[in-house]
């Protein structure tokens, strides 16, 4: 069975850090490619960013270009999120998932077949 948990978000202040993991569980995660995504309160879920198999390639939209860092560690069958500089409209639910393919054409909500429970991240101002 395919599982993918998220865990890793909090509340941090303006400009802090946090980190997120995407646990996978059922399939190897260095073989696929996986997304992160988000839905702030009252918004559509957004692609934030994805790593493709085995690492080789990142995409980052824009919004947090330069302050998130999406990595793999495959001993742990794990992705993560580390987001720096964190900014209030960072804000929202982060969740995980396996995407068909790389790349931005790619990195969205209607093509995931399976939503983790996500994490919940809120930056105070």
């Known amino acids: 069975e395919v599982q993918l948990v998220e865990s890793g978000g909090g509340l941090v202040q303006t400009g802090g850090s946090l980190r997120l993991s995407c646990a996978a569980s059922g399939f190897t995660a260095a073989d696929s490619t996986i997304g992160w995504f988000r839905q702030a309160p009252g918004k559509e879920r957004e692609g934030v960013s994805c790593?493709?198999?085995?690492?080789?390639?990142?995409y980052y939209a824009d919004s947090v270009k330069g302050r998130f860092t999406i990595s793999s560690d495959s001993s742990e069958n794990t992705v993560y999120l580390q987001m720096n500089s964190l900014k209030p409209e960072d804000t929202a639910v982060y969740y995980c998932?396996?995407?068909?393919?790389?790349?931005?054409?790619?990195?969205?909500?209607?093509?995931?077949?399976?939503w983790g429970q996500g994490t919940q991240v809120t930056v105070s101002s």
């Open positions: 998932a396996v995407l068909p393919g790389f790349g931005e054409l790619l990195l969205r909500p209607s093509l995931v077949d399976y």
């Open positions: 790593i493709s198999s085995y690492g080789v390639y990142t």
